[in-house]
């Protein structure tokens, strides 16, 4: 069973940077894809940024490119989200997915595992 656990949420200042990091075990991460998620406040999940599982192609949602940055460590079983640049409007809590293809996505029917879901707050 493959489990994650995000970490590196908390509280910054509009502007500042904060960076998400998400450890997998239970499966082959280098054959893993892995995406970012987020979940604000009254409203539904949305696609934040993805990537495949040698790290090589992305994608990431229109608001977040050249802000946030999404990298895999394949030595460490780590995925990371750095977030540089953040205002209100990315307040949520993010969720680290997984799905066992090798190849980016972008909706989060196709992802099989999830965490637990970690808050980031951006006060204005």
């Known amino acids: 069973q493959v489990q994650l656990v995000e970490s590196g949420g908390g509280l910054v200042q509009a502007g500042g940077s904060l960076r998400l990091s998400c450890v997998v075990s239970g499966g082959t991460f280098s054959r893993i894809a892995m995406g970012w998620f987020r979940q604000a406040p009254g409203k539904g999940r949305q696609f934040v940024a993805a990537?495949?599982?040698?790290?090589?192609?992305?994608a990431y949602l229109e608001s977040v490119k050249d802000r946030f940055f999404i990298s895999k460590d394949n030595a460490k079983s780590t995925l990371y989200l750095e977030m540089d640049s953040l205002n209100a409007e990315d307040t949520a809590v993010y969720y680290c997915a997984a799905r066992g293809i090798t190849t980016v996505a972008t909706t989060g029917e196709a992802y099989d595992y999830w965490g637990q879901g970690i808050q980031v707050t951006v006060s204005s």
């Open positions: 990537i495949n599982s040698i790290g090589k192609h992305t």
